[in-house]
């Protein structure tokens, strides 16, 4: 059985390579971020081998995450308020 991916990726005709900047657009968070299945992740490196402007997107957004993370500090909270928190994420959703 395909995943809905697959047959989404299978579909695209080769004339279609905006369609698949777009998709790699889409998947960009969840890649380096680590969230990425490995059929996604599949894609998205098949793609960037290919696409010079995609690969650049990723390095940008692998260099912004780390300089981002770099700087950031864990910070342990009540558990009430991370509950809040995700209460509202959620209620935007």
């Known amino acids: 059985m395909e995943s809905k991916f697959t047959e989404m990726y299978q579909k695209e005709s080769a004339d279609e390579k905006d369609g698949a900047c777009g998709q790699v657009a889409d998947l960009l968070d969840s890649v380096v971020d680590g969230e990425a299945s490995a059929e996604e992740q ?35 909270v009540p558990e009430s308020l991370a509950l809040t928190i995700k209460a509202k994420i959620q209620e935007t959703i």
Not at 44 to 69: A, D, M, P, R, T
């Open 42 to 76: 599949s894609f998205f490196n098949n793609h960037i081998e290919e696409c010079v402007s995609c690969f650049e997107s990723h390095q940008k957004q692998k260099l912004l995450k780390g300089l981002i993370s770099g700087h950031l500090k864990r910070v342990i």
